[in-house]
């Protein structure tokens, strides 16, 4: 399978990818994330508390957008749903936000609280399209959004084509994950300590390679080095 081969894929968005460096769909397997949204571990909102907080929350009034010297802040009454308390959360120069927060819908909240107490959103993820614990994120480019990264890489894992070097053997006896199931876990971890242990698996091919390489080098080295004394 090509980059070409992926749905949705344009010359367009191949050429962002080969800027990146990503010219073969196990160079897109092998794009780690710039870091991980864990909705596994939710606990109630703290007001008192400055850093950044996740939180799930349910929108419980009217979504209100105030213009001041060409700035804009939408604000909107929302109630916490594992400690039952409400606050206000706030979004500056995005207007767009009033139409998008509807009455009773539920989201995943990532922001913190300022010196009035309200909570600054960053990050705001409908419930619904939270099918896992741990969410990826990676690097914006012109094109390339997170969502559209991990469709085309689900795209490369259900097409059974296979990337690993070493034989199922090895894999066993070292009590390795099979290398699509680490990529797998990699862009669609089901937990925290199975995509460390992804990690360790990759990371591991990755040496297993770098240590052939060195060894066809060193062998074709002796090879022009007998060709030379002859």
């Given at each position: 399978m090509e980059l070409k081969d992926i749905k949705g894929f344009g010359a367009k968005r191949i050429e962002v990818l080969n800027?990146?460096?990503?010219?073969?769909?196990?160079?897109?397997?092998?794009?780690?994330?710039?870091?991980?949204?864990?909705?596994?571990?939710?606990?109630?909102?703290?007001?008192?508390?400055?850093?950044?907080?996740?939180?799930?929350?349910?929108?419980?009034?009217?979504?209100?957008?105030?213009?001041?010297?060409?700035?804009?802040?939408?604000?909107v009454k929302m109630l916490d749903l594992n400690n039952l308390k409400s606050f206000t959360a706030v979004w500056y120069n995005q207007p767009f936000m009033k139409s998008n927060l509807k009455m009773d819908e539920v989201f995943y909240l990532i922001g913190s609280f300022n010196k009035n107490r309200q909570f600054v959103v960053s990050n705001i993820t409908p419930s619904t399209k939270i099918g896992d614990a741990v969410v990826p994120v990676y690097k914006k480019s012109s094109g390339l959004t997170s969502g559209v990264i991990r469709s085309s890489i689900k795209q490369i894992l259900e097409s059974g084509e296979q990337f690993a070097v070493v034989s199922k053997k090895v894999e066993e006896d070292n009590d390795l994950l099979p290398l699509n199931s680490a990529f797998h876990e990699l862009h669609f971890p089901s937990s925290v300590d199975e995509l460390e242990k992804a990690k360790d698996r990759i990371n591991f091919e990755d040496m297993l390679l770098l240590a052939s390489l060195e060894k066809l080098v060193k062998q074709s080295s002796k090879e022009k080095e007998r060709e030379y004394n002859n």
């Open positions: 800027e990146k460096g990503i010219f073969t769909c196990l160079d897109l397997l092998k794009l780690e994330p710039t870091k991980y949204l864990d909705y596994s571990n939710i606990v109630g909102v703290e007001t008192t508390l400055t850093l950044p907080q996740t939180i799930k929350a349910q929108v419980i009034s009217i979504a209100k957008t105030a213009f001041f010297k060409g700035k804009s802040a939408t604000t």
